[in-house]
Every structure is written in structure tokens, then in C-alpha cells.
């Protein structure tokens, strides 16, 4: 089993990068807030590791440009096994009718 860091641990390294990453883009807090559509304090929140709304969170990424890599990031939940079933199972379809009704292509017919 591996250790992970603590929930305050991980906050504090996701905030440092988010100051890093708004700062290699030369954005101010003030920026990153108005771009985001969140507060300052928020932007102030998120980089020194506290807790913020997920909402937030997202927009701030968003702001950043981060959203599609951080989605990525997360894998995409597959199908169901019951999805899968449904997909593996065939229908039944009719054979296609010739314009004349003879479904076998055909001409003869009894007793000739």
C-alpha cells in the first residue's frame, strides 16, 4: 500500500501549483479572479491550500485554461455491463421484399 499526502497536504501542493501556473501566465490574483468569475478571495483561498466550492474550483480552472487537461486527467466511466449486453445483442430483421413480393428472387410458383 502507498501513502498519499493528507487532505491539507494536497490542498497546500494544488494551491502552489495553481499559483505557479497563474504566475507563468502573468496573471495577478485580481486577473485570475475576474477571468474566473470568482472572487478574490477565492483565488486567495484556493492558493493557500483551503478549502473553496468545487464550483469554484472549476472556474478557476477554467480561467486557467486547465479544465480539459484536468478532465483528461479522470477517466472517463465505460459502459455499464448491461450497456454491453444490450450492445452485443443482434436483432432480428426481415429478409428485404423484391418490389414484386417474391422475397426469394424467385419466379416459379405451385403447381406449374
Known sequence: ????????AALAELGRRLARIRLDLGLSQAALADESG?????????EAGRSTQLTNFVRVLRGLNLLDDFLAFLPAAGPSPLEQLESTRRTRRRAPRR????????DWSWGE
Do not use: E, I, K, Q
Open 1 to 8: 500500500m502507498h501513502s498519499s499526502p493528507s487532505d491539507p
Open 38 to 46: 470568482v472572487s478574490l478571495s477565492t483565488v486567495t483561498r484556493l
Open 99 to 106: 418490389p414484386d413480393g417474391d422475397p426469394a428472387g424467385t
